[in-house]
């Protein structure tokens, strides 16, 4: 293969500098875009993997005698004493500041302890704490009395290896044995969990490679689709190698030459694009916390991977297509007829469905847990769907196109649909990678729909204030400490109401009785209603859950109810501002007297069951805006290719006097119907992708409407197509003047 024919064949002309120029620039976006996907993948998993000692719960602190039959026997509860090996550790449920959650530890150990704690080593001395430094800064740029005030005194900052992110707010607080005990809520702990997701972890896993899967494959058929750029006018080189003597062989390695040198380059440009684009892709935040820069770097090996993998089968299918498009001497090309796509092309989308029908059968049905099997069958269906729709779409393309053909009524209708009739396969891939962005979207959509968002609190008679703070008692907590704490929290600005719950025995214990009794006076300033006339009522504990959508109502109480029970409660009213609740939340929380954290309504939409959803919820959108750009510029690749490659059919059909306006019509009409086809079923496909997946998480998930979100990004869809589509007008009128038609 002589070296001067090859640059005569590649570089022969300036269009084909801007031929390579387009393959090198596609190529560079590809790559970026996979290395940063591929970093975001890892630093999502090492994030996790920092967190992980979060979630552990350590073992019971206290033992309780059982009979035989294994149920508990009745009597005291023994407490485990700490040794050296062990800590006691108190998990706060709610510990909030403003609107944000902060996860705080408090751990109790001898001096002699070798428990060592994630990110600070040895246990804090009680009164101490450590805090991360995104928390270190809320402390020190508010008031000590809204937050603060609530940890002690500063003794240094958590180390990063322990933070899921920059932005988490993690406190690790020293407390006295009898303290954590007193609240019954201490554990023991001698190590720390390295499962970020608990029991659950195959299916969290499948879900985010799935994700992961979604938005690659649309920068996968970019590359492919770039890499095809000016097809047409390579066939007349080729043509012309072919007339002096150049085999079939030979002109299939001059393409797969003529790919690579502008693959390599691209490949390069992309790797370095990747690296300058890291700390901006860092800023994005999910589940509520940006990643470390770190987190999103992947090593020489995986740059290297991804170079040689995407410069290879860039090269290997400029040979193939150029092997398989029959180019023969005197510049006659043969015509390829494309295969006419059959019912067949359904069976792999099918296939993934039947796989990912099957995990979820396996795991909710039969609950027959094989995490080697299910993460595979999610995986791979969830892959020959993709494979599926793009597969699927010609033989939907031609049948659409015939029936255009049929009810025709203009030129540009008749062009069209008859060219897409002929090459359903070509003018489907054009479009393809929009309707795989629609299929992602909606599948990511519908993940997301199924978050159960509590309904934010409302003001209403019966239930507890939105702008109230409560928080249970202890049972040491003597009348006379009540009473100061009273006392100090009243002379708060903000403050508008304080009022103490009775009970027969502290609701955090297990005698805690059904009812609270309050003061008739105390219940109009909860929002009571119809106050019975006597001077103390009760109502239902409910009345304290902050989730309850059910009022309750007073009776009266018996005579004497007050004197015979002990504090349990005290809700405080304020004002509903921020720095108002937050000073309350730290004077109950410090005042030694709660057995849980303050807490208000309000707190009830930041807790949730599904708050790792919620993080594939922020990677969810994140992942439909990059699948969306990937596929507004592949659509303007493939028009634009489909132009140049069409140039002198369209330039003979302007010689006849055709308008441009025309032409335009034509080409729009040949990226609406193959998109069109498709649509609906990519919807449909993605939430019940989507259903199939959450539900293989917890069959307790429902999917519901999809946001405004999701119909936004659907409309941005269509517009990019449209731009898209819009943007290659000007090379209608640039590539067919009368010069396009010459033969020479």
Known sequence: ?????????????????????????????????????????????????????????????????????????????????????????????????????????????????????????????????????????????????????????????????????????????????????????????????TNPYGGRAAAYSSVI??????????????????????????????ATLRLIGASPRTVAGIAAVETTVPSVLGAVLGVVMAAALRPAAAQISVNGTRMFTEDLSTSWVANIAVVVIVVTASALAAAHRTACAGIGPLRVTRA????????????????????????????????????????????????????????????????????????????????????????????????????????????????????????????????????????????????????????????????????????PAALSTEGAGPEIYLRSADAVALGFENVPGAETVSVQTSFLQPWSTQPQTLTSAPAGALEKSVPVVIIVGTNNSLDAMDRVRTALNTSGITAMPATSPSDLELQSSTRLIHGLAGLAYLGMFVAIAIAGLSLAVATASAILDRKRALGLMRLMGMPTSVLRRIITREAAVPLLSVLLLSISLGFLVAWLMVTSINDAYQLTWPGADYFAALGLSLLLAFGAVAATFGLVRNNTAITATRFE
């Open 209 to 238: 490679l799935i994700g992961a899967v979604a938005v690659f494959f649309p920068v996968l058929l970019l590359i492919s689709i770039v890499t095809g750029l000016g097809a047409a006018e390579r066939r007349e080189r080729f």
């Open 336 to 503: 390829v007829l494309e295969k006419v796509p059959t019912m067949w092309r359904a069976a792999p989308l099918l296939a993934g469905l039947a796989a990912m029908a099957t995990a979820v059968v396996l795991i909710r049905v039969l609950e027959f847990r094989l995490p080697w099997l299910e993460s595979p069958l999610m995986i791979g269906g969830f892959l020959l769907i993709l494979i599926g729709i793009v597969l699927i779409g010609p033989w939907l393309t031609k049948l659409v196109s015939q029936i255009a053909l049929r009810r025709a009524r203009s030129a540009a209708a008749v062009i069209a649909a008859s060219r897409i009739t002929r090459t359903p396969v070509a003018t489907f891939r054009s479009v393809s990678g929009l309707v795989i962005a629609v299929f992602v979207v909606s599948v990511f959509a519908g993940a997301s729909s199924i978050i159960e968002s509590p309904q934010a609190a409302s003001r209403q008679a019966g239930l507890l204030q939105p702008s109230s703070i409560h928080a249970t008692l202890t049972d040491a907590a003597a009348e006379t400490k009540v009473q100061e704490t009273i006392k100090h929290i009243e002379d708060m600005p903000g403050v508008q109401s304080t009022t103490i719950g009775y009970g």
């Open 1 to 193: 293969m002589n070296t001067g024919l090859i640059r005569l064949a590649v570089v022969g002309s300036r269009s084909s500098y801007g031929r390579l120029a387009g393959i090198a620039g596609g190529v560079a976006v590809g790559v970026c875009l996979l290395l940063l996907l591929w970093g975001g993948a890892n630093g999502l998993s090492a994030r996790d993997d920092r967190g992980a000692w979060l979630r552990e719960t350590g073992s019971p602190a206290v033992t309780v005698s059982t009979t035989p039959d294994g149920s508990t026997a009745s009597g005291p509860v023994t407490p485990v004493p700490l040794t050296s090996s062990t800590a006691l550790m108190r998990t706060n449920p709610v510990e909030v500041f403003r609107d944000q959650l902060i996860n705080r530890r408090d751990f109790a150990a001898l001096s002699s302890t070798t428990v060592t704690i994630p990110g600070i080593g040895a246990p804090p001395k009680p009164g101490q704490y450590y805090a991360s430094p995104a928390l270190q800064d809320l402390i020190e740029s508010n008031p000590n009395d809204e937050l603060g005030d609530r940890f002690g005194d500063f003794a240094g900052m958590i180390d990063d290896s322990a933070l899921p992110g920059p932005d988490s707010l993690v406190v690790i607080t020293g407390a006295t044995e009898t303290e954590l005990r007193e609240s019954g809520r201490a554990s023991l702990v001698s190590s720390f969990t």
